[in-house]
């Protein structure tokens, strides 16, 4: 059972979709038809009229693309940084030139917004701000809601990154006036790994029509997907079979009303489970309702947990990335993986490794989660 915070499990239907028969999607009409249909099934996850495209690369594909077609030579950039992707996109922004500024906030906490208002009001001429929505390595969703209508407000282009946020926390990229809106396949959609799906604004397309330096780039250069669907023209020809799994696993994700609510009611019960047990959560605020990040009990090391738990209980779990990298595991529970019994199962097994390596449980993991998720008892 893989439940790690991505890739997850992926449904059957999703699979069979990938196995059907395809056709050439250059010269069959029908297919820019279907690609299309597909882009506005995105949209109404995202909640948004801007165009919609899938790209054909995992979702890092979406992180450079975006700085890429957005940042030109010496363009002022605000990186918030708050995690490991947070910080990492700053990366992206100058191999384009950008010059980058970093707004830090403390790595267990979400950014607030009035710090970054304060921030906003000395520093200037941002073009552009990157920002993470759910940081995956730690566990914590960042309040878009509020950052992105404020950086609108001082005149700055949002990216934001959403891979493992879109289709298990809120987004609503043009409420909350966000310019470009990432996210991939293989997190809360639950399709194979290797698909990215981008929104593009207004505003965005015109920093993109106005440049003044051509995009450095091809396969990263988000206009050459522009009227591709209207036109019957796609840059190159499209990974027809994920495409195929990505319009299930969306048409999956649409299909449940409840899906958001499901993620905030397994993420808080998976939360409130193991605190009870006398573990410690990672982040002190801003819990993600898609991966929880757990701090390494004393007694057992995380590189003993993850073999016991793959071995004895067939569960793949994950851990800390870079400098949390021994110190913190991490239970995905989004998308297909956002079900009462897998966290369950998973909690059940933690439970049990945890007893054979003497840890002390102050409750058991799994009987605290019958009681917070109502799992078992309706
Ligand atoms: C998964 C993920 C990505 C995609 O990157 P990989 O490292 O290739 O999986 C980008 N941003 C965030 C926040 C992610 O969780």
Redesign the pocket.
Known sequence: MLMT??PTFIHEDVRKAMAKEITNPDLDLNFFDYYQETCEEIKKIFHTKNDVFILNG???LG?EAACCSLIEPGDRVLCIDNGL?GNGFANFARIYGAEVTYYKSDYRNPISAEGLEKFLQSEKDFKVATL??????SGITNPIDTLCPLLKKYGILTIV?????VGGEEMQADKWKIDIV?S?S??CLSAA?GLTIVSISEDAWSKIHNRSTPIQGFYCNLEIWENCYQNKSFPYTQPISDIFGLRKAVERDLSNPNILVQHKKIAKATRESLIQSGLQLYPLDGYSNTVTAICMPEGISYAELFENMLKDYNIMIGGGLEALEGKIFRIGHMGENCKEEKVYLTLKALNQVLRKYEVPLEKSIYKTFIKTSGYLLS
């Open positions: 915070p991505g995992e979702g890092i992180l992707y993470v929505h759910c940081e995956t390595p990154d959403s891979a493992s946020g990432l991939g293989q997190k790994p």
